[in-house]
């Protein structure tokens, strides 16, 4: 491998670094001068406004175009501006002389308010608009304005002297460092360790008495007296090892008569342990015939262990798809309990529609009636004041009954029609809560009417959430009805109590009934699917397990409960106001 100076190396390094950074200090420089000088000229050109916008504000006014032109030619005659553009009040170009760039793309044909700075455009071109305002009786009134361009070009030769004198200023002190940092290298690296060099090659290892290198210069740095130091010590230390080397040699001719005999006794040793060994070698040859006997009997178990583990596999894959085929009748009745759900409440609305609506049929057909006579009686000429009196109170008794009832009817529907489409989607949508609780009551009231049951709701009125409705829905109309069906069997008034609470972003609702309760053990399989207590009377047990995963998977929420023989049972859910999808 090529070997190189180390003063070379260490210079060469040095002077890299050095020229890195004065070059970039210089550009640094360079660039700074040019962001000065860029900027003294932005701050000439806005000088200008201060000069000439008085008279050619005036010209404008005046509608003196040719004045106008030649304080345009006086303004590019200025060395900082290198192009001119002047408009009038509705953005027309007056003039535009020299270089200029199309400023109509940035202001269209709007006048600027103030002064504003033009940033450098690909072409090197920079400027300055302001607008022109005539003052006169008191008012001002924008005339036009002007915008003045300058370049790189400018800018560049008003610092070209300045560039030069940094770019003059750095080689100069790089020559000067160079120069300095090889007469400092030979002087105190390259000729001392050239000189230790030579007294080093000069040495020889069998005449080493009394042998030491030196350093010939008074100035000899630190590090050079240091490895003198430490070759002389270097030599020393070989001296040493020499005197014990040759002790060492005569202590080994020593060794070597005492190892001969103990070859000697170790082979009258080996020849008697190696009959021992022939006799364990026939040992060991019976116990490998017993290891292969036991070997093949374990061949034989673990092909019989194989065959099991196939047939376990198959197995495990039967069950696997025994119990995938379980989970999507169970997914089945889940969508046959909810659509049996809405099957209820079409019976319920239905019927209870009836009322209203027939009480409207039998209201219209009296209404009919009277009229009838109304009429006969007026062709008659026999209708007196105190007839048509009498008509006109039962109409409008008529209409009060046809229209309370016809309201009754729509209020059902449009309920209905709230309730069912939230139970079959899963739309997120924003709902009042105390409005939709009632509204899911009255979808209920049907299975309630014939009872003195009571529902009391507590919720604040302005609560509104963002969620799945059909999930609230479903929810409380399963509570509701296990609540119906199961906690008051035998009872004649129960009471149902749901309280809503705002807890800043979650929603906290405690459902509570006076019902018969729960044991412990039918406690703890609530939430199970095909859990009921009324299997006989065709229950699914599917309510309260749809309950749980709309709480916890649908709403993303918690849902709790408690109970106890007789003492009813309490449900504790909570879930986020806004859910996302």
Not at 164 to 176: D, V, W
Not at 335 to 356: D, F, R, Y
């Amino acid at each position: 491998m090529q070997q190189r100076s180390l003063s070379r190396t260490l210079l060469t390094k040095v002077l890299s670094v050095y020229f890195i950074l004065t070059f970039v200090v210089t550009l640094a420089q360079i660039g700074a001068e040019y962001l000065n000088t860029k900027r003294y000229i932005n701050s000439e050109l806005a000088t200008l406004q201060q000069t000439f916008s008085g008279s050619l504000t005036r010209a404008i006014w005046e509608l003196n175009t040719q004045q106008a032109l030649v304080i345009a030619d006086g303004l590019l005659a200025i060395p900082a501006v290198e192009g001119i553009i002047v408009r009038d009040d509705s953005g027309t170009v007056i003039t535009q002389l020299g270089r200029h760039v199309d400023i109509s793309q940035r202001h269209g044909s709007e006048l600027v308010r103030e002064g504003i700075q033009l940033a450098e455009q690909q072409s090197g071109l920079f400027g300055y608009t302001f607008p022109l305002i005539f003052e006169f009786s008191g008012r001002a009134t924008q005339v036009g304005d002007v915008t003045l361009f300058s370049s790189r070009a400018i800018v560049i030769d008003r610092i070209k002297i300045g560039i030069f004198f940094l770019i003059g200023n750095a080689m100069l002190k790089t020559t000067f460092l160079i120069i300095l940092f090889l007469l400092a290298f030979r002087r105190y690296l390259t000729e001392p360790m050239a000189e230790l060099t030579q007294q080093i090659e000069e040495l020889e290892l069998d005449h080493l008495d009394g042998a030491r290198i030196e350093t010939g210069r008074s100035e000899s740095s630190i590090e050079l007296s240091v490895m003198t130091t430490a070759f002389n010590r270097l030599i020393n230390r070989v001296q040493d090892y020499k005197s014990r080397l040759e002790s060492t040699q005569k202590e080994l001719v020593v060794s070597n008569e005492k190892l001969d005999q103990h070859n000697l006794v170790l082979e009258q040793e080996v020849a008697r342990k190696t009959s021992g060994l022939s006799q364990a070698m026939m040992d060991l040859q019976q116990q490998k015939q017993q290891l292969e006997v036991k070997q093949q009997s374990l061949k034989e178990e673990i092909e019989r262990r194989r065959h099991i583990e196939q047939a376990l596999r198959s197995k495990q894959t039967e069950l696997e798809n025994l119990v995938e085929d379980l989970k999507q009748t169970q997914d089945r009745l889940v969508q046959s309990e909810k659509m049996a759900a809405l099957g209820g409440l079409v019976a319920g609305i239905t019927h209870e529609v009836n009322t209203p609506v027939g009480i409207g049929v039998t209201a219209t057909s009296f209404l009919s009636e009277k009229i009838q006579h109304l009429q006969k009686a007026y062709q008659a000429k026999t209708l007196s004041p105190k007839n048509l009196e009498q008509f006109i109170a039962e109409a409008t008794e008529t209409a009060t009954l046809l229209e309370s009832n016809l309201n009754r009817a729509s209020d059902l529907i449009a309920s209905f029609k709230q309730i069912a489409v939230d139970q079959t989607s899963e739309a997120i949508r924003t709902i009042r809560l105390d409005a939709y609780l009632q509204e899911v009551i009255r979808s209920l009231h049907p299975h309630f009417k014939k009872t003195k049951h009571q529902v009391d709701v507590n919720c604040p009125a302005d609560l509104q959430l963002t969620c799945p409705a059909g999930a609230i829905s479903q929810i409380f109309t399963n509570l509701l009805m296990n609540s119906l069906i199961h906690g008051f069997e035998e009872m004649a008034e129960g009471q149902i109590r749901i309280t809503v609470l705002d807890d800043d972003d979650d929603i906290d609702i405690r459902y509570s009934d006076n019902g018969k309760g729960l044991t412990p053990e039918q406690l703890e399989k609530l939430f199970h699917p095909f859990f009921t207590t009324k299997r006989e009377a065709g229950g699914s047990g599917l309510g309260t397990h749809i309950t749980y995963n709309l709480v916890r998977q649908t709403l993303k929420g918690s849902i709790e409960v408690s109970s106890e023989p007789g003492k009813g049972l309490s449900y504790h859910i909570r879930f986020p106001k806004k859910q996302t999808a």
